[in-house]
Every structure is written in C-alpha cells, then in structure tokens.
C-alpha cells in the first residue's frame, strides 16, 4: 500500500504587478507545476454569483483582503481538484496575518511548504505594469493600486518578514524581462 506524498507549495508573493502571474507560468511550462493564483481564485468565485459573491466584490474592489475562510476553501477545493499532481505554485497568498493563521489552522501540515518567493519589483514600476497589462480588473486603475500596494507594505510585508525569520525566504529581482527573471526563478525550482 502506497502512502500519498504530501503536496509541495511553493508561495510566490510581490506587490500588485511584480510579475507573480507571469513567473508562475513559466514555472508550470517548464517544471510541470500546477498554478494558483489566490486573486484568480476569487474573481472566478465572484463570478459565480455564488453567496460568497458580493462580499468578495466589495474587497476586491478597494484593494482590501478576503476573509481567509472563503480563499483556503477555494485552494483547498483547487488542489483538491489536481488529485493526481501534487506540485503547487500559490500566488498571491498569504496576503496578511488572518491569511497566514489561516493557512496554518487549516493546511499546514497537510502540504509541505517548500519556499517563499519574493519577487522585488519597484512600486513605480509595478503600478506602470498593472496599469498597462489590460486586463479589465475593476483594480487595475490608480486609485485602488494605491490602496493595494498601501495593504502590500502594512500587512503583507510583515508576513514576507516572518518567513524571512523562518528561513524560508527566497527574494529574487523583477525588474528585468520576463525572461531574464526567469533565469533566477529556474535555480530556486531544479531540485525540488
Ligand atoms: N485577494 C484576497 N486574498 C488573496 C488574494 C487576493 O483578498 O489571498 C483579493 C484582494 O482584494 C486583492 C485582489 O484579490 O487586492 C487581487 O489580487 P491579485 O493577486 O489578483 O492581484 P495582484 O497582486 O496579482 O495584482
Ligand atoms: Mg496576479
């Protein structure tokens, strides 16, 4: 009888427009990761008009934070749903310290916390990205990206601090192209 491993994750954070979406790609083409993306994970939930729906607008929109209990069920469910592959990059989570304590009450654990990837990007630089990536989000205009990279610095930094103390922090620069931060990203994946 074979024992099922414990899922690997990997968390990649960064502020809003780091270039978290875009590496995680790059790390599913090239070494067979499932990604999720916290952010990802509640517009679709949004979307579904499901009870969960109006609450999820209403902090998305401002920038603000999701209760954990409605993101760790949306992961949960997601790896949940990748039964066979056991290899996960989680973007943008945890985001503060509800989302960490969240993460431990109901996970830790049960996956085996890899690292966390930092990517270090300059807050003009970030805001110039989300500004042109076109993607639609009701976030993407200045005045809520002001309010996300001000929930960034207050309440994410403190957690990306934590796993520092950890030792569990891997910080990488993204100011490059995508395919040069890349190469930095590549190092930290090849033996895990
Ligand atoms: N969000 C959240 N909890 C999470 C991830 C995202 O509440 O764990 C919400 C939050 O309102 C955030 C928004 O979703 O501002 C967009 O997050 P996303 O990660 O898509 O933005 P990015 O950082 O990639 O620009
Ligand atoms: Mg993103």
């Known amino acids: 009888m074979s ?3 414990k899922p690997v994750v990997v968390f990649v954070l960064g502020s809003p427009g780091s270039g978290k979406g ?3 790609e790059k790390i599913v083409s090239t070494f067979g990761f499932v990604h999720l993306s916290a952010g990802d994970l509640l517009r679709e939930e949004r979307k579904s008009g499901s009870d969960d729906a109006a609450l999820i607008e209403s902090h998305i ?12 069920n949306l992961i949960k469910k997601a790896m949940q749903k990748n039964g066979d592959k056991n290899r996960f990059v989680i973007d943008g989570f945890p985001r503060n310290e509800n989302n960490y304590e969240g993460w431990e009450k109901h996970m830790n654990g049960a996956a ?3 690292f966390v990837l930092l990517l270090d990007c ?6 110039e990205r989300a500004l042109k990536r076109g993607q639609g989000r009701v976030d993407d205009n200045v005045d809520a990206f002001k309010k996300r990279i001000a929930v960034h610095e207050n ?3 403190p957690i990306i ?3 520092r103390r950890m030792g569990l922090l891997r910080t990488v620069s993204s100011l490059a192209s995508p395919e040069e931060v890349f190469e930095d990203v590549k190092k930290l994946f090849v033996d895990i």
């Open 61 to 72: 929109k401002v920038g603000s934070i999701v209760p954990v209990e409605i993101t760790i």
């Open 112 to 114: 085996d916390l890899k």
């Open 22 to 24: 875009t590496q995680c």
């Open 122 to 127: 300059p807050d003009d630089v970030c805001l």
């Open 3 to 5: 024992v099922a491993a």
């Open 161 to 163: 601090e934590k796993y």
């Open 155 to 157: 309440e994410t930094k």
